[in-house]
């Protein structure tokens, strides 16, 4: 059986396709689904878990109605506003991973205020990927070896997982040991795609508005029960 999970990440999935059974606007489910990050961040504190990152916008969701992003950016911004009290109370530090440079400048504004008031929090590491696209990311790694390179910096004999894995922007972090999908889609849409080559992936129905802190314990628990070889053998049967 494997111990309590260090990293989850979760792909917050559903929040249009919830609002659209009840008739309502997409924003509406988005604001539901941000609602429930605190509840799921304060379960995952209970756990003890060590970081938790959500899937929380990415690159391809620039391509979304104009209207609906800039509803997700005004949401943000109050999210990282609102949320510093609970950063405090919980002892928890967010940080963020992706191309923030894409975000409205008002937004990084606020992140790098949440961050940098966060910054010496000894809890829970609330990640959040805004912006990110995981082909992109490890594209921009291969462009920093190669400068690096260039540069002799880097010998290209020494090049090795572990030294990309530096070029991340999840360098500082363990990678995922449990993968959370909601929804019921069945695919990790150009997240984590380095990071989660070993993860355990769990997905269920609920969408992301529905799923609530027993569903997380759910998870967690199933976890538990997996027994993780990492491409070895089993410890239990040697098969």
């Known amino acids: 059986m494997s111990k309590n999970?260090?990293?989850?990440?979760?792909?917050?999935?559903?929040?249009?396709?919830?609002a659209k059974k009840r008739g309502l606007s997409r924003i509406e489910g988005h604001k539901k689904g941000i609602a429930r990050i605190e509840e799921i961040t304060k379960a995952?504190?209970?756990?003890?878990?060590?970081?938790?990152?959500?899937?929380?916008?990415?690159?391809?969701?620039?391509?979304?109605?104009?209207?609906e992003v800039q509803g997700l950016m005004l949401l943000l911004k109050k999210f990282l506003i609102e949320k510093r009290e609970l950063l405090k109370e919980e002892d928890i530090r967010l940080i963020s991973i992706g191309e923030r440079e894409k975000l409205p400048k008002s937004v990084q504004k606020e992140l790098n205020k949440t961050e940098e008031l966060s910054k010496n929090n000894k809890g829970l590491i609330l990640n959040i990927s805004l912006s990110y696209g995981s082909r992109q990311e490890i594209i921009r790694a291969v462009r920093k070896i190669a400068e690096d390179a260039q540069r002799k910096k880097v010998k290209i004999n020494k090049i090795n997982e572990r030294l990309f894995s530096k070029y991340l922007y999840t360098k500082n972090l363990p990678d995922p040991d449990l993968l959370i999908r909601t929804s019921g889609e069945l695919r990790i849409s150009n997240f984590l795609l380095w990071q989660l080559s070993y993860s355990e992936l769990y997905f269920t129905p609920k969408f992301w508005p529905d799923?609530?802190?027993?569903?997380?314990?759910?998870?967690?628990?199933d976890f538990k029960k997996r027994n993780r070889r990492f491409g070895g053998l089993s410890a239990k049967k040697n098969n």
């Open 44 to 67: 995952a504190v209970e756990q003890k878990i060590e970081v938790l990152t959500f899937y929380a916008f990415s690159l391809e969701n620039w391509r979304r109605p104009s209207l």
């Open 211 to 221: 799923f609530q802190k027993s569903d997380f314990l759910e998870a967690v628990d």
């Open 5 to 18: 999970p260090r990293h989850i990440a979760i792909i917050m999935d559903g929040n249009g396709r919830w």
